[in-house]
């Protein structure tokens, strides 16, 4: 991805604090947070609308919605998606599995999330990813 070109994001969450400061964050470091989604239907209608580079997405949103769901829609369409999960390693197969890049362990610092996508920008060009977020893991081949 050129280094000029803003990245957007789409941010999954259905906390409303931890969506809001995640955003501040990834705008903060020149991302563009092209919408935010608490529901598995909203998270795909605004995909469908902003086509975002990235989407970091909570594996359990409001009204019984999947992130796994969103999460392999997103990845098929070519979206790198970065889980935000307190679920920890016991869903790591699951969340591998839909074609995500990584996740990262909550609570997290929302400072953490640009670094995490920076690092899966990185591997996508073929680079090796700077220092990695504390409790982030990579779904590499």
Known sequence: MPENRTRSVL??????????????????????????????????????????????????????????????????EGVQVLYATGHGPAWRQEMEDTGARGCIAKPYDPGDVPRALEALDRLQLGAAPRRLPPEMHLFVD
Not at 39 to 56: K, N, Q
């Open 11 to 76: 941010v999954v969450e259905d906390e409303d604090l931890v969506a809001m400061a995640t955003g501040e964050a990834l705008e903060g470091h020149g991302f563009h947070v092209c919408g935010t989604a608490a529901t598995e239907a909203a998270a795909l209608r605004l995909a469908a609308e902003c086509d975002p580079d990235f989407a970091v997405v909570d594996l359990q949103l409001a009204g019984g919605g999947s992130g796994l769901r969103v999460g392999r829609a997103l990845a098929a």
